[in-house]
C-alpha cells in the first residue's frame, strides 16, 4: 500500500534560520513526488515535482530534493512569508494519475 | 485564466439535507478530482474523472457521487449529509498527457459544516 509520511509535523524557525522538511515515501512504482504550499483557508499550491533518485529542484529559498524512499524540502535563509504548510504527495504508475498525500508540516517563521 | 474555480466557498447544511458543490476548469484539462482535507487526516481522494465521460471511486466514497458534466465541470453531490462529513473539499484538475503534464492543480476550496 502507498503511504506518505511527513515530519515533523510542526516546525518553529527564526527567520534566517535554515532547516529541512522530510518526507518518507512507500510506493511501487514512483511517478513522481510533488511538494505543495498551502496557505490558511487556502487550496494547495504547487512548488515542484520530482522523477527520479538524485533529482533537485529550485525555486527561492526552497530546494527539493529526491532520494529512493524520502524527500527532502530544504529551506534556506527563511522569512516569515515562508510561513504555511507543506504537503508532500506522490503518485504511483499503478494508480493512475492519482495522489498520495501525506499530513504536511506546518512550518512558522518568526521574525 | 482563472483556473479551477470552486461554489459556494462556505456551506453550513443540517443532517440529511442534500447539496452539490461545483468546481470547473478553465484549462483544458481532462482530470478531475475531489478531495476532502480533514485535521490530521491530509487530502483524501473522494472521487476523479480521467476523462470526460469517465468517473471513478477514490479512498472515501461513500455518502458522495459525483458528475463529469462536461470537459470544464466536475460536481459533487451529498444526498443526505452526515456530520461525518463537516470538511474542507477541494478540486483539482490535471492533464496527464505526458510527465511534464502530470501537475494536479487545486481550486480555492468549499469549507462544509453539517450540523
Known amino acids: 500500500e502507498d503511504q506518505v509520511t511527513q515530519s515533523p509535523e510542526a516546525l518553529r524557525l527564526q527567520e534566517g534560520e535554515s532547516s529541512s522538511l522530510n518526507c518518507s515515501y512507500t510506493v511501487s512504482g514512483l511517478r513522481g513526488l510533488f511538494w505543495y504550499r498551502q496557505d490558511p483557508g487556502k487550496g494547495p499550491e504547487f512548488l515542484f515535482t520530482l522523477y527520479s533518485a538524485g533529482e533537485e529542484k529550485e525555486k527561492e529559498r526552497l530546494k527539493a530534493t529526491l532520494t529512493k524512499k524520502e524527500s527532502f524540502l530544504h529551506i534556506t535563509a527563511p522569512k516569515p512569508e515562508d510561513s504555511a504548510t507543506y504537503l508532500c504527495a506522490v503518485q504511483d504508475y499503478n494508480q493512475g494519475g492519482k495522489l498520495i498525500f501525506g499530513q504536511g508540516t506546518e512550518l512558522s517563521v518568526k521574525p | 485564466n482563472a483556473g479551477v474555480t470552486q461554489t459556494p466557498k462556505f456551506q453550513v447544511l443540517k443532517t440529511g439535507q442534500s447539496m452539490t458543490l461545483q468546481c470547473a476548469q478553465d484549462?483544458?484539462?481532462?482530470?478531475m478530482y475531489w478531495y476532502r482535507q480533514d485535521p490530521g487526516m491530509g487530502l483524501r481522494l473522494i472521487y476523479y474523472s480521467a476523462s470526460e465521460g469517465t468517473t471513478d471511486k477514490g479512498e472515501v466514497p461513500n455518502g458522495y457521487n459525483v458528475s463529469r458534466l462536461n470537459k470544464r465541470e466536475f460536481s459533487l453531490r451529498l444526498e443526505s449529509a452526515a456530520p461525518s462529513q463537516t470538511s474542507v473539499y477541494f478540486c483539482?484538475?490535471?492533464?496527464?498527457?505526458?510527465?511534464?503534464?502530470?501537475?494536479?492543480?487545486f481550486g480555492p476550496g468549499t469549507r462544509l459544516t453539517v450540523l
Open positions: 484549462m483544458n484539462h481532462n482530470s
Open positions: 483539482a484538475s490535471t492533464s496527464p498527457s505526458g510527465r511534464f503534464t502530470d501537475t494536479q492543480y
